[in-house]
């Protein structure tokens, strides 16, 4: 069974004991289980649900495992030719790790 969930405005399509990283959520503690209700699709072995535009009564429980997990550092580098114009911009990327406990639909 998996089902698709909108968290922090990104889908995600998520099974029961999978890990992912989702973009950093406040007040996120490790230990503590969040449920996200904008379930859009439920597949149960075959039959599929679609929301319009969300399944009522459907939700995704999450535990957070690691609060604050920083990304790779992405380099941006802005240059214009012939103007002695440059600039260059570090950027990390903030996730929170959590593990989907179950998916209630």
Do not use: C, W
Not at 81 to 92: A, E, L, P, V, Y
């Amino acid at each position: 069974m998996y089902a698709i969930v909108d968290i922090n405005g990104q889908q995600f399509k998520v099974e029961e004991g999978q890990k992912l990283f989702v973009n950093r959520l406040q007040d996120a503690e490790e230990g503590k289980t969040f449920e996200f209700d904008k379930v859009m699709l439920v597949d149960r072995e075959g039959n599929i649900t679609v929301g319009a535009p969300t399944i009522d009564g459907a939700k995704v429980v999450v535990e957070v495992l690691q609060p604050l997990v920083k990304g790779e550092k992405v380099i941006v580098f802005k240059m214009k030719r012939r103007k002695d114009s440059r600039k260059k911009n570090g950027h990390r990327q903030q996730y929170t790790q959590v593990k989907v406990k179950q998916v209630i639909a």
